[in-house]
Each structure stands twice: as C-alpha cells, then as structure tokens.
C-alpha cells in the first residue's frame, strides 16, 4: 500500500502497479469516457483514479473496479501516474488534470487540506451517504481535518514483530526476551544477525521512541516533543535493537537478511506478509515486545480513498462515481476479508473487525496498531521527518550521542516551523 513521503523504505519496496496508465480495465481497450460500455447503457458517471500498489495489490484493486462497474454503471478509469504520486499532484492538480480520486495513508490530509490556491481536497461530507461509524474511530479521525470529511479509509498499517518459527521457539513478549534469543544467533562475522529492522527510519523506530509515552510530535499542543526525557529513554531501547541489525540500515538490506533465513527476526509492515510467507516456510507474527513493561507506540497509517479538488466543478455523476467506489470498497465486507486473507491490509470496518475470521498474522497486525498512534496529519509534521532521520543516522553512525542528536533535530524542527 501507499504510504507518506516520510515512510521513505516503504516507497522502496512498493513498485508501480501494472501498466495501467491509460486507465483501462476493459477488453476493448477503451476508456469508456462517454460511458458508453458501462452496465446500464451510459447513465453512470466516470471517474479518474490513481494508485501506486505493489503488482498484487493492483491486480487485485482491478478486479474490484470491474465488480463494482459492474454493478453500478459507472466507470472507473485507473491509471498509475508515472513517478511519486504526491510530486504527481502537485503538478497535476494546478493543472487542471489531476485524477478525482487516489490511493494513500491519511498523513497527506492536513498537508493538503490546508492548500488553497489551489485546493487539492474536497470536502465530500454531503455527498458520502455511509456513516462513518462503520469504520473504528482512528480511522474515521484519519478522513477528516478541521471537520471536512476528505476521504474514506479501507485499512491500517504499522510495524510488528516478524519472526522465524525454525529459529525461535517462543515468540518473545518482552525485550528481554528477544535479546536473549538475538544473542544466540547474532554472528555479523559469518553473516548472521539477531535482528532485520531499518533503524533509521522514523516510521519504522517510533515504536520504541514513544514506547515511554513521549511523542516524537504532540498534535494536540503542535509541539515538538522529540528530545523530551520520555523519547531520551525510548532512544536507549532503540539502540539496544541497532545492535543487532546488519550494517547497512537501507530498507532493502535489512529486509533481504530475514528473507534470506540470516535473522530470527525482521520488525517490518503487513505490505512485506506476502513476500515473507513466501521465504520462510514457518513465519509468524506478533506484537511488538514490552519495554519496561510498556508496549511499544508504533505509528499506524491509515489507508484513504481521497477526494480530490477536481470534483468542486466536476459533473455530479462524476463525484457519484467517485464517491460511490470509495462507499463500495471501504464498506464491503467480503472485499476487506478478502484484502486481509490475501494482502495482509489490517481492517478499519468496525464488522469485520470485530470478527474472529482473520488471520493471526492480520490480528497481530491489528493489535499493534491499537497500541499506537497514527501518524499525525497536521502540516507542521511534514519538518519533522528529515531532522529526526538525520538524528537516527548520527546515533547509528556513532557520530553523535543520542541524547545530543534528539536535541539537535528538535531544534532544527523548531527553526523551520
């Protein structure tokens, strides 16, 4: 799935979703613009969307817009948009020729809500007939800024506990646990690790930062909070991890040592479940372990249908087709169990959240994400990103103290704010 332009290992493992950038799905190849092959003879509206999905993803986000054309008469014209999607937008929508609709955690929503000339969301709260208490209520949250309703959310992500069932007997619960079992198998000499995790991406190690209680950015006072003592602390348990991982703290290194069978452990998203399942033949996942007693509070995505600016002077059945794929996918339930049973999307539709029908690596996903927080939307976090990774290189680099690099970053963030 999408995610921020801060998750800058995740954009390295998602690759642009089929060639689909001429937003045909039908046979013919055409792009039914006058609707003219939709379902019931053309009454339905056509809308744009972008996506930027693994090639699993995107084949199975295909299969549903043909479903849901199919039942609705209206057409949706998908397209990949040919490099980084938010860089896309900016140039797009000023343009006029930006998509109705597109794919992405809820982090872009303040950023973007707060633009205005030219706006790039739409407030859909009178066109959205679903109620937003089908959805828990972060997710609801992460669809909406300053009471405008942006767009409708489909699933979470966060980051938990990978580990190899050939090389861990008992999946550990507490710190000291999973430093126990690292030690038996970390051997950076012969290319052994205890630990698969890129330790210098925010993202990734706001688990453990905030594990004390400190918030790397407090939302609700919108201050910066990252060198406070509670985060100081949280530093002290991330490095206790660093020590384990391979040299090279780049995505792709980290994750290609569990792959491989190098490490007991990998702390990664529900986007590499998939890929893993087929590494590792006995793969499990759980939760973060404790620190002190405290459950690690990793960031959670929130993943969005977003309605886009190009809808205030579309035609009406245009943000009906728009809205109503957003309705239909985020509301179906076999579509979310499918997602979660084949994708490893973690569920925000509160039915199928409460039931006991997914899978324990889905569960333990989700029950991460309830001892997180989701990454906050407000414009201001988008300084936040590039000083405390800056910060995270240093403490791994072993060019600065930890301490001295949290009070560093902040400060940087304080000057740019």
Not at 142 to 169: C, R, W
Not at 241 to 266: M, N, R, T
Request: glycine fraction near 10%; hydrophobic fraction near 35%; proline fraction near 5%.
């Amino acid at each position: 799935m999408g995610g921020s332009t801060a998750l800058t290992a995740l954009a390295g493992c998602i690759s642009t979703g089929g060639d689909g950038s001429d937003g045909s799905d039908g046979s013919d190849g055409s792009d039914a613009s006058d609707g003219s092959d939709g379902s019931d003879g053309g009454s339905g509206g056509t809308a744009r969307l972008w996506v930027d999905l693994s090639d699993a993803e995107d084949e199975a986000i295909t299969g549903y817009i043909d479903q849901y054309e199919s039942e609705s008469g209206n057409t949706i014209n998908k397209e990949a948009p040919g490099g980084e999607l938010d860089q896309q937008l900016e140039t797009a929508i000023p343009a006029g020729d930006g998509p109705d609709s597109w794919i992405w955690a809820h982090d872009w929503v303040g950023r973007f809500a707060v633009r205005e000339d030219p706006p790039f969301l739409y407030d859909a709260s009178d066109d959205v007939d679903v109620s937003l208490d089908s959805y828990t209520e972060t997710a609801r949250q992460a669809a909406q800024f300053d009471g405008s309703l942006y767009g409708l959310p489909f699933a979470s992500e966060t980051v938990a506990l990978f580990y190899n069932e050939d090389m861990v007997d008992e999946p550990p619960e507490t710190m000291e646990e999973m430093v126990s079992i690292m030690d038996e198998h970390h051997d950076p000499e012969n290319g052994q690790y205890g630990l698969s995790y890129p330790v210098t991406d925010p993202y990734f190690v706001s688990g453990f930062i905030q594990a004390y209680g400190g918030n790397i950015f407090d939302e609700e006072e919108l201050e910066v909070t990252v060198d406070s003592d509670a985060c100081k602390r949280g530093m002290d348990a991330l490095e206790t991890l660093s020590e384990y991982v391979p040299s090279d703290p780049g995505y792709e290194s980290q994750i290609v040592a569990f792959a491989d069978g190098l490490a007991p452990f990998a702390i990664n998203g529900p986007w590499e479940l998939g890929n893993l399942q087929g590494e590792i033949d006995n793969l499990g996942v759980t939760t973060l372990p404790t620190v002190d007693g405290n459950n690690p509070r990793s960031y959670s995505g929130i993943q969005l249908f977003y309605f886009s600016a190009m809808l205030a002077d579309a035609e009406q059945s245009t943000v009906d087709a728009t809205t109503g794929l957003a309705e239909w996918y985020t509301t179906n339930e076999d579509v979310i169990q499918t997602n979660a049973e084949e994708q490893g999307y973690i569920p925000v539709l509160a039915d199928v959240v409460n039931n006991d029908d997914l899978s324990n690596e889905v569960q333990a996903f989700a029950q991460q994400v309830d001892h997180g927080v989701p990454i906050p939307t407000h414009p201001d976090m988008d300084s936040v990103w590039t000083p405390v990774t800056e910060a995270l290189e240093r403490v791994f680099n072993d060019e600065q103290d930890s301490d001295a690099a949290l009070d560093q970053a902040a400060s940087e963030i304080r000057e740019a704010l």
